[in-house]
């Protein structure tokens, strides 16, 4: 019973851990989808303006965007490529 009982708790340890890497794949695609049309949308040009997720538009400096544009390279690395 014992053998029996610990096969039960690895098969539903196993169980849960591929849910769990199921579950983070999803985000991780989720979030190489809005890294890439963050950078896409960042390299456009003649855009300046940015809307911040509390929906006010601000002005991006030239050192702004190329700071947001390497934060979206970093995400692109770590999202679209684990």
Known sequence: LDAME???????????LEKQRKE?????????????????KLQQ???????????EVIRL???ER?????EAHQQIEKYCNP
Do not use: F, H, S, W
């Not at 610990?6 to 849960?16: H, I, S």
């Open 61 to 63: 400096t030239d050192d």
């Open 24 to 40: 983070m794949d999803e985000i991780n695609e989720k979030n190489c989808i809005i890294a890439r049309n963050n950078l896409g």
């Open 6 to 16: 610990e096969r039960r708790v690895e098969r539903q340890n196993k169980e849960a």
């Open 45 to 55: 040009g003649g855009i300046k303006r940015y809307l911040t997720p509390e929906g």
């Open 66 to 70: 190329e700071r947001r544009l390497a």
